[in-house]
């Protein structure tokens, strides 16, 4: 397997990518690949222990690459790989300091393809040692833009870049439709198989991909589904006012192109706080260690179930989506001098509230 890939040719990546093609068709996988998807749905009744709630949990943080952020760039390669937009010697670049940028980096091992993540200073320590680890190329940002923040600067490097290296391809996540179709086919259809009722779906938004893939292929099968995205306080996706906010994950400060309003019907804006609070629950009651937006996801649906309706003769039914894994978070969310600092910003805005 090696060989193959070290000695590509455009014939041995499309061995590769038939050899990939059937998902969890055998008990042994032929590579990591086929590990992506058929996560776990868990009763949090730990957690959420009205007997007329039942809260499930999508594990994405079960994925391989450690977040849900597997699927699209499995799905995004791979489709490329099919229709030919991505060849055997692309160059796949991405702006993206987190879960995509290694979940593609991962990809660019198993295809043979050289990955460059463009990042900023913002990017945790971890992540980028994972992303060179894995083999990506990184290309730093370091000047700030007119907003004060580093997305546009990224994106124009990303132009750069796009100009100046042989057969790159820019990924694009926030406007490339198979983001959303990889959880229609993957997370989406997953949930759907596996239940017979569900009244209201609980995600994080930052691209949008996933609370739009996964909403969409629900739809089909529950219609009344009430769809509740969940964004950070100080993100502007929804149209709140910019902000600072330490987290990553949720939140952005552009408007997805992905993004339908009109398909959400309520929206949760979460702070820091109050997200790193919903990982220390859903630790300490349900012994599950996940990221940020997994807190914030929690914190959200903690508010929802106190204010739905609940159906006749059965628990109201509501899958919550858990994006990645804690350990990423641990200067974060699972850091006692980060989460005091947190704690003190968010009282002293609560106490400002309060006091007008
Ligand atoms: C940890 C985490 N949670 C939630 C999201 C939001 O997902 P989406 O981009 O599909 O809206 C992301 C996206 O990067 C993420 O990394």
């Known amino acids: 397997m090696i060989m193959i890939i070290i000695n590509r040719s455009k014939k041995e990546a499309k061995k590769i990518l038939k050899s990939h093609a059937p998902i969890n068709s055998l008990s042994i996988k032929s590579s990591i690949l086929e590990c992506i998807g058929d996560t776990p749905l868990v009763r949090l009744n730990r957690l959420f222990t009205d007997p007329d709630i039942e809260v499930l949990a999508k594990l994405e943080c079960m994925n391989p690459g450690g977040s849900m952020k597997d699927r699209p760039a499995r799905y995004i390669i791979e489709q490329g790989l099919k229709n030919g937009t991505i060849q055997s010697n692309s160059h796949i670049v991405e702006s993206t300091s987190g879960n995509l940028g290694i979940a593609l980096a991962m990809m660019g091992r198993l295809y043979g393809l050289a990955v460059t993540c463009v990042v900023d200073p913002k990017v945790s320590a971890v992540n980028l040692k994972i992303m060179k680890q894995m083999g990506a190329n990184i290309e730093m940002v370091t000047e700030a833009d007119e907003q004060g923040g580093y997305l546009l600067t990224r994106i124009a490097h990303v132009q750069y870049l796009l100009g100046s290296i042989p057969n790159s391809v820019w990924i694009n996540q926030y406007a490339n439709s ?40 629900l739809r089909e099968k529950f219609p009344a589904l009430h ?26 400060s552009r408007i997805p192109e992905l993004l339908n309003k009109s398909e959400i019907d309520s929206v949760y804006h979460i702070n820091d706080l109050d997200s790193a609070n919903g990982c220390r629950a859903l630790l300490r009651y349900e012994g599950i260690f996940a990221g940020g937006s997994s807190g914030s996801v929690v914190a959200a649906a903690q508010q929802v179930v106190a204010k739905m309706r609940k159906p006749i003769g059965r628990p109201l039914r509501v899958v919550i989506i858990l994006p990645d894994r804690g350990e990423r978070y641990m200067d974060k969310v699972y850091d006692d001098d980060w989460y005091a ?11 400002e509230v309060v006091h007008e």
């Open 178 to 217: 198979n983001n959303w179709k990889s959880h229609f086919e993957g997370t989406g259809t997953e949930i759907a198989d596996a239940l017979d009722d569900l009244d209201v779906l609980i995600a994080g938004v930052s691209t949008s991909g996933s609370i739009m893939g996964i909403a969409r292929r």
């Open 341 to 351: 600092m947190v704690e003190a910003k968010w009282l002293a805005v609560e106490g």
């Open 227 to 252: 769809v509740v995205g969940v964004d950070a306080v100080g993100s502007i996706i929804f149209g709140g006012p910019p902000g600072s906010r330490d987290l990553p994950g949720i939140g952005a």
